[in-house]
């Protein structure tokens, strides 16, 4: 008992404070959300959810992506080789840099074909304009949380993203209230663009850059980190996508807007049932890296038990509880919103089977099962995408949310199965003391 309770502690102190700006932080982006709704109403709030969802889909390349690579690349060589890690900081920045730059541009330029032909609402054209620019500090925040992850400065991680939570909170709604959706939009870009600022500041104290770019290994370490970010990157390139095509479809049909607005609405709570989970999951990367780079087969396979049952844990209360309570949610929204409340349900269920997946995705990003990853993400996105055109026009909103169940718990009984073999080659005696 007390070795599983020493395994157990370093998993508390790494997550702790992550865990912590994680609830503050979806606290304060669910008050922002509720009064968000309420003041645009459904039809409004849809096309609002359609602009946010589009922005998240282009810049989780960075949040999902190149923040993940970072905190996997950063946490092999975490408290080893300054040089290397300061080289690696500097490759991220750049990386991040340029396709922010690049992502702004392609989205400020398609944003009126993509109103009129694509979403077939053409007075979304000003509003996806606006969300280009929001694009920018976004992909940057994503680098700044992956860096700071490999770097395990978690308590400086909780404190922005808690801060910046807060202060969106406290404008977005105000804004909306002010000048609708061009309003929520402004205030979203002033307001991460200048906590995404602060962020990159604090990220990069300290950082020898003209060591970085002058060290003989700088060739070999970008060739390295391309190398480790490519198979993570097009995994969310597989993914990112996808939350976007399926709200496209559900906006094409009658109501769509509307339904766009509920089902949105319900997926916020969805967001904060797997928020934590990934975040637990996320701090115990670099760990879980630098174990398996090491070689310590028997604390990489206890430190993936703990996580596995800690993320179970979290993900199924929560979303018990959010099941039950389904219906008293959604009307915290208002009256339009309360026949939403199945599509939480079935959320709940989805977040569950999410929560779990977050923690054997992130371990098989640790042993280096990138490629795997790729498939299997790449199988989500077509059963997910399959289920909604399918459903969609039938059923509505209620179809993408049956969609993500039937998505998501394919995708973890997956994970899974290969989980458990990939554990008992960890510990084998021919695996333990070598380097992954």
Known sequence: ?????????????????????????????????????????????????????????????STSGLGVAASKYLGDFHGSMASRRDCGVAVVAVYSSGYAVLACALLAWAAPWLAREHFHHERLAGALLLGALAVVPAIVQGAVQGTLYGLE????????????????????????????????????????????????????AGIDWRGAWRAGWRNSETCRFATVSTPIVLSALVMAPVNWLALSLLA??????????????????YIGLTFIPAVISGTVLPALARMRASGDGHGFAS??????????????????????????????????????????RWLAVAAAANGLNAAVGQIMTASNRL???????????????????????????????????????????IHLGCLRRHLREAVSPRHEGRPA
């Open 1 to 61: 008992m007390r070795a599983v309770i020493a395994r157990a502690a370093p998993l508390g102190r790494i997550a702790g404070w992550s865990v912590g700006g994680a609830l503050a932080s979806r606290v304060a982006a669910l008050v922002s959300a509720v009064l968000l709704a309420r003041i645009l109403g459904p039809a409004h709030y849809g096309e609002y959810a359609l602009v946010i969802t589009t922005v998240t889909a282009v810049a989780s390349l």
């Open 153 to 204: 400065r978690f308590r400086t991680n909780a404190w922005i993203a808690s801060a910046c939570a807060l202060s969106l909170a406290c404008t977005m709604p105000w804004c909306a209230w002010l000048a609708g959706i061009p309003g929520a939009l402004g205030a979203l870009v002033v307001v991460t663009a200048a906590w995404s600022c602060y962020g990159a500041r604090v990220a990069c």
């Open 252 to 269: 094409r049909t009658p109501a769509g807007l509307a339904q766009v607005g509920q089902f949105n609405a319900a997926y916020q709570w």
């Open 303 to 344: 430190l993936t038990r703990h996580s596995i049952v800690t993320n179970g844990i979290v993900a199924c209360v929560s979303s018990l509880v959010v099941w039950l309570a389904a219906h008293r949610l959604m009307t915290v929204y208002g009256p339009a919103y309360s026949e939403a409340a199945p599509l939480l």
């Open 371 to 413: 490629w795997f990853g790729l498939l299997v993400n790449l199988l989500w996105a077509c059963t997910y995408l399959g289920f909604a055109w399918w459903q969609v026009p039938r059923t509505g909103a209620l179809g993408l949310a049956q969609g993500l169940v039937v998505a998501y718990i394919l995708h973890t009984l």
